[in-house]
């Protein structure tokens, strides 16, 4: 029984996690795996079996003991759903020749970048962080950059829409044929994703996305309006 409880409970918090915060392939991209591996093995795991040692039925402190249970599978199910949910994909910026994908905590101005973003609660809200022309501006950023480690797609200041910004992002996109003819095991990925979205492959192109993980992706664009298509796991760095 409890264990049949803890799967209800788990399944519930699964069901917004994958379909929510993290809809594909974003809990691949953000690397938010341990966190999971902690609340499922301590909720699902641990608290059931805990319960099968120790409940005997007339036992003298079985209430204290369930309780101690019961704290313990709260207290694990409350920090993973909170680190999950912080840690959750909300801003996917194109920077220079890359989308970065990041969280509330990875931008200097929070409040502005979801003012940027408004009506984007589900997937990630796709923005471009464009160099200013200001040659002064543009030496305090470099600056800003060396000595706090703050990047340019980190400040929602410089952010513009992607339809208004598409040009920019295109300019450093790169042909999927690159890709393919590279690595075999990629060119397998691209071209069944190239099939589910019946898409050509000289309409796409791609531009590289990165995150905490060391792994990288590439994302698919259409190549004359930069609407993105699908994702790939792939890596677009180990390219000629």
Known sequence: MHFLISLTIVSGLLAVIFLIWYPAPFFRISGAQNALRTLIGV???????LTAYLYRPGKRGLIIDMWFIAIVQLSALAYGSYVLYIERPQ???FAVDRFVVMTDRDVTDPQLARGHCQGHWRLPCVMVAEMPTDAEIREA????????GIELEQQP?????????????LDRARPLQA?????????ESVNKMLLRHDRALDSVVYVPVVNKMPKSFALVVDARTAATVAMVSVDPWDVN
């Open 43 to 49: 909720d699902l795991v641990l608290g059931p079996v």
């Open 91 to 93: 801003y996917m910026v």
């Open 179 to 187: 890709i393919i003819d590279h690595d075999q095991n990629a060119a």
């Open 141 to 148: 950023l470099l600056f800003r950059s060396v000595e706090q």
């Open 157 to 169: 200041e410089f952010w513009r829409p992607l339809d208004e910004a598409m040009q920019g992002v």
